[in-house]
């Protein structure tokens, strides 16, 4: 099915995909294959104190959200910019669609689905 919209919020631990057509809605979860732990750095240890990319993660995301045209990236943390980061470095056919990038909370998916038809309107309205 073709979908000319996407969304997806995400942050370590999930990712929720959705495509988005005005009548139909395509959804899908993706989960990392090892479970995200949390670093805290402390004084005079060695290390950034930040875990590693998950490339795999980000890879099945953007094999998600492979087909759409326009892609609105949201979540509530560092998540969704190491997602773009990996996109422009590895997956740029999608990383290009990228149109939006937004910090917002834990919705439900009606409520994420909604946002992202509220969000293309909107964009769609300052470029006509």
Do not use: C, T
Not at 57 to 69: K, V
């Amino acid at each position: 099915m073709s979908h000319y919209h996407a969304v997806v919020w995400l942050d370590h631990s999930e990712a929720h995909v959705m495509h988005i057509a005005p009548d139909d809605v395509e959804a899908s979860i993706i989960r990392p294959k090892r479970p995200h732990s949390h670093l805290h750095a402390k004084g005079g240890a060695v290390g950034s104190g930040k875990a590693a990319e998950d490339k795999h993660y980000y890879h099945a995301i953007a094999q998600a959200l492979a087909g759409a045209e326009e892609i609105l990236v949201v979540g509530p943390a560092q998540a969704k910019l190491q997602l773009i980061k990996h996109l422009h470095r590895h997956d740029p056919q999608v990383g290009n669609k990228v149109v939006g990038v937004e910090s917002i909370d834990h919705p439900s998916d009606a409520q994420l689905v909604a946002y992202a038809r509220k969000y293309f309107v909107a964009k769609d309205q300052m470029l006509a």
